[in-house]
């Protein structure tokens, strides 16, 4: 009786062994080795599915973009409103290798701290110097050579459509700026300058001009320009000149590299708006714009005050 059982256990056993092996032939062996045709369109329709989710998941990642990393064109170039114009320029100014040397003023410590505190207070900031040797004579003005190509481009575009722009003021050195404020404040004590009863006086004088030290054309890349018949920068704004410069959030302008120095709205950074007055910072640098830009525009200068 219990051999009897034992036989059967036995077989039973032998063949559950061979169903195993012929499960593992047919699973492993025959599979791969000799590969039916109906396995193979398996495998390739495997494939296929493998890639398309790869495209799928690929495109769903595109999708996702969180809405404030997208940014709004104007034209051909990404929108900046006066704000993002003004710190772009002082991101390319830090990032432009130039000469953060304080200068004096009327080379008297008291009445240039008191100089420098009204200024400041308006919100001028100290600007960097070009290196001189780097700058360019070119029709009575003084800029770097890629500011005058630029320009040059631009006015015979600008020519072209009966529009006649005038480069009128580029690079200052601290002593051109030096002339042109005492020159405005002629006739004045400089020693009484401190007491305040010229406040006034000084506070009128730097609606329109910069100190030394202070002025963006120290930098060679600001740019007065004036317009026709018109010499006078006062008038800009009112120009053809300005009206084709401006159109579109400045997308001419920005297709030559310009962008306005003074616009009208942001923080104030000292005088009055100026529109006459552009800073060169390259095409490319604008055509890449994005406020990731400007995330580094707190940091302090590298050689800086
Ligand atoms: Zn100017």
Not at 56 to 59: A, G, L, P, S
Not at 154 to 166: A, S, T, V
Not at 185 to 194: A, D, K, N, S
């Given at each position: 009786m219990f051999q009897g059982n034992k036989k059967y256990i036995v077989i039973f056993l032998v063949l559950l062994l061979w169903g195993a092996a012929l499960f593992v032939v047919e699973r492993f062996s025959l599979l791969h080795t000799f590969p039916q045709e109906e396995h193979q369109e398996e495998l390739a329709q495997d494939d296929n599915f493998e890639e398309v989710n790869v495209e799928?998941?690929?495109?769903f990642q595109e999708e996702v973009i969180p809405e404030e990393e997208k940014i709004p064109f104007c034209g051909l170039f990404p929108c900046m409103d006066a704000q993002d114009f003004v710190d772009l320029f002082n991101l390319f100014e830090r990032n432009a290798h130039l000469s953060f040397l304080r200068k004096y003023i009327f080379q008297d410590e008291l009445v240039d701290n008191y100089l420098r505190n009204l200024a400041e207070s308006r919100g001028y900031q100290q600007r960097g110097f070009a290196d001189p040797k780097k700058?360019?004579?070119?029709?009575?003005?003084e800029t770097y050579p890629e500011v005058r190509d630029a320009y040059v481009r631009?006015?015979?575009?600008?020519?072209?459509?009966?529009?006649?722009?005038?480069f009128v003021s580029g690079y200052r050195s601290s002593t051109?700026?030096?002339?042109?404020?005492?020159?405005?404040?002629?006739?004045?004590?400089?020693?009484?300058?401190?007491?305040?009863?010229?406040?006034d006086l000084i506070d009128k004088m730097l609606k329109v001009s910069a100190l030394p030290g202070y002025s963006k054309h120290h930098t060679g890349y600001a740019v007065d320009f004036g317009c026709g018949d018109d010499y006078l920068v006062y008038s800009f704004a009112s120009t053809n000149c300005y009206e084709w410069l401006s159109a579109e959030n400045f997308e001419n302008a920005k297709r030559f590299g310009f962008i306005p120095s003074y616009p009208e709205g942001g923080r104030p950074q000292g005088p009055d708006p100026e529109p006459w007055e552009f800073v060169w910072v390259s095409p490319d640098i604008l055509k890449n714009f994005s406020p990731k830009t400007l995330e580094n525009t707190e940091e302090p200068l590298e050689n800086g005050l």
């Open positions: 799928k998941v690929e495109m700058i360019i004579h070119f029709e009575n003005v631009m006015r015979n575009e600008m020519m072209k459509e009966g529009i006649r722009l005038h051109h700026q030096r002339t042109l404020i005492k020159n405005k404040l002629m006739g004045i004590q400089t020693e009484l300058i401190p007491s305040g009863i010229y406040d």
